[in-house]
């Protein structure tokens, strides 16, 4: 029996995100799968995600996401999660601080076919920035 919704998000982070799962990625995501991500990321497809996955692990080891909240409805589901991992590669054009990095998002999820068809993640980019020190003098002024 396919999961709903709800169990493939779950899956989605606890298998393919944090434990790098690509057999989890190619059972539980659409071949036509359609993923924006906040770091600047726009894929197509599983091998696509697949690709982006590791591009992050390579990024930031012990990379996780931690759902604190999941709402599902049919064929829709929002999760508010908080993300972290140990700077080791080059992130945002950064070398490696060795800095553990966290931050908060939300993603929205639509099922396709029993499978996870659209992701479009929003994530505290101003966040990751200030912690790697990217653009700490600018300021907004009214």
């Not at 944090?18 to 799968?33: D, M, Q, T, Y």
């Not at 993923?35 to 497809?45: I, T």
């Not at 829709?76 to 080059?90: E, I, N, S, Y």
Request: net charge negative; with cysteine.
């Amino acid at each position: 029996m396919p999961l709903a919704i709800e169990g493939l998000v779950r899956r989605f982070y606890a298998d393919v995100w944090n434990r790098r799962s690509e057999e989890a990625a190619w059972e539980i995501l659409h071949p036509e799968l359609q993923f924006r991500g906040s770091l600047d990321a726009v894929r197509e497809g599983q091998n696509g995600f697949i690709t982006y996955m590791h591009e992050v692990h390579e990024a930031l080891e012990n990379y996780t996401c931690t759902i604190t909240d999941l709402i599902a409805s049919g064929e829709r589901a929002a999760a508010r999660l908080d993300f972290r991992g140990r700077h080791r590669g080059p992130f945002f054009g950064v070398n490696a601080t060795g800095k553990e990095i966290v931050w908060t998002g939300a993603a929205f999820f639509t099922e396709r076919d029993s499978r996870i068809g659209a992701i479009w993640v929003l994530g505290d980019i101003d966040a990751v920035k200030k912690q790697l020190g990217i653009g700490q003098d600018t300021k907004f002024e009214t």
